[in-house]
């Protein structure tokens, strides 16, 4: 079994930055890990979930037009962590922000860490 804990949410203001965090544990190596896409999706109430950012296992990186010039994804395949950097924020920006390893169809998913952005 493997675990996803997403940590660094809270409340900010407009303009401001956050740095999320995602570690992996449990029955998952080193080296499967190190083979796998990570990504960060988000929810706001009453919308469906919509990626934010992924990274592939050899580095590849796509962003979410409104993420692109404002949030950095990056991976530790070390640490097993991916990270999500998050500058300028919006108040439209406010959702439950999820990491994901592997796909969205079958992967694993975290908990989930609320992110909030006032104006």
């Known amino acids: 079994q493997v675990q996803l804990v997403e940590s660094g949410g809270g409340l900010v203001r407009a303009g401001g930055s956050l740095s999320l965090s995602c570690a992996a544990s449990?029955?998952?190596?080193?080296?499967?890990?190190?083979?796998?896409?990570m990504a960060w999706y988000r929810q706001a109430p009453g919308k469906q979930r919509e990626l934010v950012a992924r990274?592939?296992?050899?580095?590849?990186?796509d962003y979410a037009d409104f993420a692109r010039g404002r949030f950095t994804i990056s991976r530790d395949n070390a640490k097993r962590t991916v990270y999500l950097q998050m500058n300028t924020l919006k108040p439209e920006d406010t959702a439950v922000y999820y990491c994901?390893?592997?796909?969205?169809?079958?992967?694993?998913w975290g908990q989930g860490t609320q992110v909030t952005v006032s104006s």
């Open positions: 994901n390893l592997g796909t969205f169809a079958d992967g694993y």
């Open positions: 449990g029955s998952i190596s080193g080296i499967r890990f190190r083979l796998m896409p």
């Open positions: 990274i592939s296992n050899g580095g590849t990186i």
